[in-house]
């Protein structure tokens, strides 16, 4: 090898990095930022989670209201059918998750089986692997770079990130395959394909739904949960199946029933933890009903995607970001003699038959019965995410700090009381008839004033 093909690979080589924390700015608004901590006082010491989110109130809000993160019911007999054929077969949830993926192995050995399969797939330098213990996703694909409008996909740098924890399922023997398969073989070919094709930099144009669209996260998330178990050794539908059981559930039961009701199928604490708090995050008081729905989508897109192997051409499919029912449009104008697609997806024959058999597995071609939301639930949409549960006085519900409560909260985010005071000042949030008086805690003008600025705050 000469001195300059060593510079080249050299050059190519992957990177990995290890990180304790996910910087800000790559975190959702969604995303609370002291997940370790309440993890802990949870259950630990039995306490409620208090989240403390990045985005600043209004934009939970806006999350809240958006039709795509309210809880759906459609699937629940499909959901509830999985859930109770793998609890017939295995018993718990531990044993089930064991044969799929195997037994856990160190962070090392499964950066050495990542790395085998970026070469496998001739993408040595095409994104860096980023391990982080506080991530609240078992892994995620992330890319940064210009503006797509800029139309400079060539100038994106990719990077995987992987939760460095003992409740991450898919650091075990086969689990880590499966979840590049889901991240890289999914997430990653689509955008490296979408950067090739006309629509990249102005989707509107060609009449193609935006990225945030509930269609579009369907596509993208239940394609990608059909690649996580196709090369599992058991390939029930299971994890998307329990995202979706949990979220309608939770729209009847606090955070602590939801906990207890998810004993029925998982045994292990720290797996209900996580599902549970993947719900009931963004709730102000945990111990509401309700929650966010948004994970819903794995599940409801792998459904689509199973239950209509035929119609589907997986090959334009892969060409981007695109949805299922845009496939005609788009394979008129596709580039398609350039595409980079995963292994398992070259026979399309073979890939198809492996579908089929998931979709049979999972009882998708069976009739499942339906289900409605709860009246309860339906109530607590119409008096806003802000309020707590009806039945809870002020307090109990959370809307009424204490004062120890409320400074607590600001000296572990770094604020003291008087800082608090001259940062609400400085903003305008306190009226200059009450500036240097003596203003109860428990005033309700002051409670709102506090209630508003209080994520802004701890977000600084």
């Not at 559930?249 to 993947?278: P, V």
């Not at 398992?344 to 198809?352: A, G, L, Q, T, V």
């Amino acid at each position: 090898m000469t001195r300059k093909d060593k510079r080249k690979d050299k050059a190519q080589k992957t990177k990995i990095r290890f990180l304790e924390q996910q910087p800000l700015k790559f975190t959702g608004a969604i995303c609370p930022i002291n997940l370790e901590e309440q993890r802990e006082r949870f259950l630990k010491h039995g306490k409620l989670p208090q989240f403390v989110l990045k985005g600043s109130e209004d934009e939970i809000e806006q999350l809240y209201h958006k039709a795509k993160n309210q809880i759906r019911f459609d699937l629940f007999g499909e959901a509830e059918f999985i859930l109770k054929s793998v609890k017939e077969k295995y018993g718990d949830a531990e044993k089930y998750i064991t044969k799929q993926y195997g037994e856990r192995i160190s962070k090392e050995q499964a950066t050495e089986v990542l790395q085998d399969y970026i070469k496998e797939h001739n993408l040595d330098g095409a994104m860096s692997i980023i391990w982080c213990n506080d991530m609240a996703a078992s892994a995620r694909m992330m890319w940064v770079g210009p503006n797509v409008r800029s139309n400079k996909p060539e100038a994106r740098n990719f990077s995987f990130w992987i939760r460095n924890s003992t409740d991450n399922v898919y650091i075990t023997e086969h689990g880590i395959r499966c979840l590049a398969n889901h991240e890289i073989g999914t997430h990653f070919f689509r955008a490296f394909n979408d950067g090739l094709q006309p629509w990249y930099s102005d989707r509107r144009r060609f009449g193609i739904k935006g990225m945030g669209s509930l269609e579009h996260m369907r596509a993208e998330e239940g394609l990608a949960a059909i690649h996580t178990i196709l090369e599992a050794k058991e390939r029930f539908l299971w994890g998307p199946a329990m995202l979706y059981y949990t979220a309608c559930k939770a729209s009847g039961m606090s955070f602590k029933q939801l906990f207890d009701h998810l004993g029925t199928y998982i045994s292990s604490k720290e797996q209900r933890w996580k599902y549970c708090m993947r719900v009931k995050r963004g709730l102000v008081d945990p111990n509401d009903i309700g929650g966010y729905g948004k994970d819903q989508c794995y599940f409801e897109g792998a459904v689509e995607i199973l239950r209509n192997i035929d119609s589907i051409d997986f090959g334009v499919m892969m060409s981007g970001k695109i949805c299922p029912d845009e496939i005609p449009r788009c394979k008129r104008v596709a580039r398609l003699d350039c595409l980079r697609v995963p292994a398992f997806m070259k026979n399309e024959k073979k890939y198809k038959k492996q579908l089929q058999t998931i979709a049979n597995l999972n009882g998708l071609n069976q009739v499942h019965p339906k289900s409605s939301p709860p009246a309860a639930y339906i109530q607590r949409l119409k008096r806003g995410r802000r309020i707590g549960p009806a039945s809870s006085s002020g307090k109990d519900a959370g809307l009424v700090p204490t004062r120890s409560a409320f400074t607590k909260s600001k000296h572990d985010a770094g604020l003291t009381p008087n800082l608090i005071k001259s940062t609400l000042k400085d903003a305008g949030l306190v009226p200059p008839s009450y500036r240097g008086s003596k203003i109860s805690w428990r005033s309700s003008i002051f409670k709102r004033m506090c209630d508003r600025s209080d994520r802004k705050l701890t977000a600084c």
